[in-house]
């Protein structure tokens, strides 16, 4: 059978406001320590948008790219945080 190791995720990214602060992006890149003996742990690139479409409403988009061979070759993510209340 396979052997799976304990991994520790780790990440670090870069963000910047525009748009007068109703914008933002992010450059993040995410790794992992070995999973499994013997074979490279997936690392992946990311970047997303924010954009707050008014007071209540702020869409995001997130686009990245697999780094290894153990990664997702493409992956794609989309929300919409609505604030209740003020």
């Given amino acids: 059978g396979i052997t799976y190791n304990n991994p520790f995720t780790y990440g670090v990214g870069f963000g910047k406001y525009f748009n007068d602060g109703n914008s933002s992006l992010l450059l993040y890149y995410q790794g ?9 742990a997936p690392q992946q690139l990311s ?9 209540k409403l702020t869409l995001t988009l997130i ?18 945080t609505w604030r209740i209340g003020e």
């Fill in 47 to 55: 970047l997303g948008l924010n954009h707050q479409l008014n007071s």
């Fill in 32 to 40: 992992y320590t070995e999973i499994v003996s013997g074979y490279a």
């Fill in 63 to 80: 686009g990245g790219v697999g780094l290894t061979k153990f990664a997702p070759g493409l992956l794609a993510s989309t929300g919409i």
